[in-house]
Antibody
Framework: QVQLQESGPGLINPSETLSLTCTVS????????WTWIRQPPGKGLEWIGY???????NFNPSLESRVTMSVDTSKNQFSLRLSSVTASDTAVYYC????????????WGQGTLVTVSS | DIQMTQSPSSLSASVGDRVTITCRAS??????LNWYQQIPGKAPKLLIY???TLQSGVPSRFSGSGSGTDFTLTISSLQPEDFATYYC?????????FGQGTKLEIK
């Protein structure tokens, strides 16, 4: 059974860079898209983007200028960096696995709340 | 971006009821439509992908239909564990956008 677990700071200051890592267990990180999705408190889901283990990326244009993603196949991990954060970036951040064929997101981490505040 | 509009935004129903949620895309997405269920405090769970394919392990009372721009999620007989928020998502065009959600509450 594939499992994903987010890790990273729960509180960061405005203007800093949010950095999260997702560790994948129970399956290989190859041959899928590895996705980040966020959900502000009490609101809906926002797709941030994905990265394939080959290095291919696609990001939400609304965030693209601030987003970096990376994959470490040796550790079965992938990461998100979001720069110049503001209070509007406060959200639960989910890492997830997305299939290449139909691009459905079939496995999700439990989510981690990141609060942007001084 | 493709806009996804769900209706209704909220719905009250009883155990045993048949419920239908609709999702409309602002442009054609063929069958690249996924449905997720989210229980408060939990991650979303994939129910249906490619508009009508039931994800492994999901009860058969859930079904999906549609293509192009109009899609539906049907729960044939509501169970207590089905009271949650449901989201549609298009995976046809970047960015993969979600509907605003439909909150299903107990009547």
């Amino acid at each position: 059974q594939v499992q994903l677990q987010e890790s990273g700071p729960g509180l960061i200051n405005p203007s800093e860079t949010l950095s999260l890592t997702c560790t994948v267990s129970g399956g290989s990180i190859s041959s899928y898209f590895w996705t980040w999705i966020r959900q502000p408190p009490g609101k809906g889901l926002e797709w941030i983007g994905y990265m394939h283990s080959s290095g291919t990326t696609n990001f939400n244009p609304s965030l693209e200028s601030r987003v970096t993603m990376s994959v470490d196949t040796s550790k079965n991990q992938f990461s998100l960096r979001l720069s110049s954060v503001t209070a509007s970036d406060t959200a639960v951040y989910y890492c997830a696995r997305t299939t290449v064929t139909t691009a459905d997101t079939d496995y999700w981490g439990q989510g981690t709340l990141v609060t942007v505040s001084s | 971006d493709i806009q996804m509009t769900q209706s209704p935004s909220s719905l009250s129903a009883s155990v045993g009821d048949r419920v239908t949620i609709t999702c409309r895309a602002s442009q054609t997405i063929n069958s690249y439509l996924n449905w997720y269920q989210q229980i408060p405090g939990k991650a979303p769970k994939l129910l249906i992908y490619a508009a009508s394919t039931l994800q492994s392990g999901v009860p058969s009372r859930f079904s999906g239909s549609g293509s192009g721009t109009d899609f539906t999620l049907t729960i044939s007989s509501l169970q207590p564990e089905d009271f949650a928020t449901y989201y549609c998502q298009q995976s046809s065009s970047i960015p993969f956008t979600f509907g605003q959600g439909t909150k299903l509450e107990i009547k």
